[in-house]
């Protein structure tokens, strides 16, 4: 026991150190400064990535990989050392890196990797560096002129302060590209070819210059860098729009709800005599299925583990944000909220678990095993079958975004020596320590038969409501995420994405507790379920988000990242289903005990 005790104590803190990677290095003049090789990949598809060794590139007779953090691996880096000597505050000037002869398969392997828009990423003290590896020209209609070159010489710009780098990318202004005809054997800047080879020299400049920005302020000169394009603008109007609206909306749901629940309290509550179950039969509306509301859904154990992992990921998202808003994820730590992710989501195992089975307990729920289990597997199981085919399309690309098995182990590991126990131990103390149901009415054996509904109160038309409300507040927040997570952006605005998110969650129970009257309205008690599925929906509508996103706001094509692009896209419409269900479920319930209380009872 104790030895289980040991060894899951050590990989909490092998998790928890995967968070805090990258400090402050001092440097004295003439020091090394390694330069990291990292990865390739296609421009328009930034989660298809190759390792940059797997080009016909220069390279050392032995690669020395970097030690990598579990974020970093996550994020398919593969950061190996590079043969580029780069000396603190040294300038070079055209230095020779290699000289390569190119066989024809290797000048057609380069060809189609320019053509396709390759670009290269290295990393020099946690500061990435961009580049495209050739230079490819279409010009003219007749005749067609299409032209493909090779960048050979690269210039490294670093910018540092005092003992420190602030800055480092790398530029081809001034250079010109080695041209890639066709096949090879022919003559390359002056470079003689033959025997179907082809032999380049490839070299490199560097340049340092003083920078006035310390060191922990350096993560700004990186968000201002424009590599990439910056096709994240930050529309304030739309933003504040979208928060007045939603504000509008929720004051307007609870006004007339108070209103019309204050004429309802008044009407029934009229010379009311007796017990809650003395309530005239006459009556009609939500009163009279008062001996019904409470009765206990059927798939119980299902509808506890949903509520139990909706509070999981609740928790999760909000330990997420604050973390951010505390700077902890910083554009230098290379897959730092990956690592928080996988922390977090281990750690929080307890919460799903006494949920779940808290409430379970409270609804006369007998097989706590089984919802345990049930619990563990409801996200864990389709996360695993989708990693499964995503990681198998990477691996047999051959992209680093495919987890070497170490990584998988590590991470089975934290679920199996983590996560499910955790989950158990939560599920056995909320068993303990549930109490009773405390329904403020009690329910007869014999249910009511419930009324023809009029078609707006259907399921699928509640679940469009419910679901398009909370959609449409996150909507312009949304293109800034997906912008983040499906390119190369550098998410910043926690603080708005806060507030947002508080907004989420207030319409989404704001506006189960109005369906939820309607429902209760027409005689209708089956409440349970549909106010998990009314704004459980929302997720239905980011899928489908996504898929406009995909073709509409995207370049990304292609079998490896369209599979990775669906298949995770699945599951944070999923992650959003069960939160939001969570959070609408709880409303109701709180809504449905607070207006039978009110009801007199003497």
């Known amino acids: 026991m104790n030895c289980g005790c040991q060894r899951t104590m050590g990989l909490h803190c092998v998790l928890i150190l995967c968070l805090f990677s990258g400090w402050a290095v001092g440097y004295k003049q ?9 990865k390739v990949g296609p421009y328009h598809n930034p989660q298809e990535t190759y390792h940059y060794y797997t080009l016909p590139v220069c390279r050392p007779e032995k690669v020395h990989h970097k030690s990598l953090s579990l974020g970093e691996v996550l994020d398919g880096d593969r950061m190996a050392e590079s043969l580029y000597h780069i000396r603190f505050r040294e300038n070079v000037e055209k230095k020779t890196l290699c000289q390569l002869i190119l066989s024809e398969k290797q000048v057609d392997e380069l060809r189609e990797a320019i053509e396709e828009l390759f670009y290269f990423e290295f990393v020099l003290d946690d500061i990435p560096i961009w580049g495209f590896v050739g230079y490819i020209e279409e010009s003219g209609f007749l005749p067609h002129s299409h032209k493909v070159g090779l960048w050979t010489h690269l ?3 670093i910018e540092y302060n005092g003992d420190s780098v602030i800055f480092a990318n790398v530029s081809v202004k001034d250079v010109k590209p080695v041209p890639l005809e066709d096949g090879a054997g022919a003559a390359v800047g002056g470079v003689g070819v033959g025997g179907g080879s082809l032999t380049v020299t490839h070299t490199y400049s560097v340049r340092w210059f003083e920078s006035p920005l310390p060191h922990g302020r350096r993560a700004e000169r990186l968000r201002d860098y424009s590599f990439f394009p910056k096709t994240l603008e930050i ?3 739309s933003i504040i729009n ?14 007339i709800l108070m209103r019309v629940l204050k004429n309802d309290f008044a009407r029934y509550n009229v010379e009311e005599e007796g017990g809650c179950d003395d309530l005239d039969q006459g009556d009609n509306g939500w009163k009279i299925i008062h001996t019904d509301v409470f009765r206990f859904p059927p798939y119980k154990s299902l509808l506890c583990a949903v509520l139990g992992v909706g509070a999981q990921f609740l928790t999760l998202a909000t330990g997420i944000i604050f973390m951010a808003l505390l700077g902890m994820f910083n554009v230098h730590r290379h897959g730092a909220i990956n690592s928080a992710a996988i922390v977090l ?15 379970y307990t409270q609804i006369n729920g007998q097989r706590w095993v089984w919802n345990i289990i049930l619990t563990s597997s409801l996200f864990s199981a389709p996360l695993f079958l989708t990693w499964s085919v995503v ?5 047999w690309s051959g992209s680093t975004q495919a987890l070497p098995a170490t990584t998988v182990l590590l991470l089975l590991g934290a679920w199996v020596l983590v996560g499910f126990p955790l989950t158990v131990i939560g599920g056995i103390v909320g068993k303990n320590r549930a109490g009773s149901f405390q329904a403020p009415c009690r329910t007869r054996n014999i249910a009511r038969q419930i009324p023809t509904q009029p078609w707006y109160k259907h399921t699928a038309v509640h679940m469009a409501i419910g679901g398009f409300l909370p959609f449409s507040a996150i909507s312009v927040e949304l293109y800034y995420i997906f912008a983040t997570v499906w390119g190369r952006e550098h998410y910043t605005l926690y603080g708005i994405l806060l507030c947002v998110f508080a907004i989420l969650l207030s319409v989404g129970a704001c506006i189960s507790v109005a369906l939820t009257y309607f429902l209760l309205s027409g005689e209708d008690y089956r409440w349970w379920w549909r106010s998990v599925l009314s704004t459980g929906s929302t997720g239905l509508f980011i899928f489908v988000y996504s898929v406009f996103y995909y073709r509409n706001r995207s370049s990304m094509s292609g079998l490896v990242q369209s599979t990775e692009f669906f298949g995770y896209s699945l599951l944070t419409a999923m992650v959003f289903s069960l939160m939001l269900g969570s959070v609408s479920f709880w409303a109701s319930l709180a809504f449905i005990r607070y207006i039978y209380r009110s009801l007199k009872m003497d």
């Open 242 to 255: 979208s928060l007045v609206l939603v504000v509008l909306l929720l004051g307007f749901v609870i006004i």
């Open 155 to 157: 210039d490294f710009n």
């Open 30 to 38: 003439g020091d090394n400064v390694t330069l990291y090789v990292n």
């Open 345 to 359: 989501y281990a750690l929080t195992s307890c919460v799903s678990g006494y949920v779940s089975c808290s409430f």
């Open 391 to 395: 990681n198998s399309i990477h691996w």
């Open 235 to 237: 529309h304030w109007l």
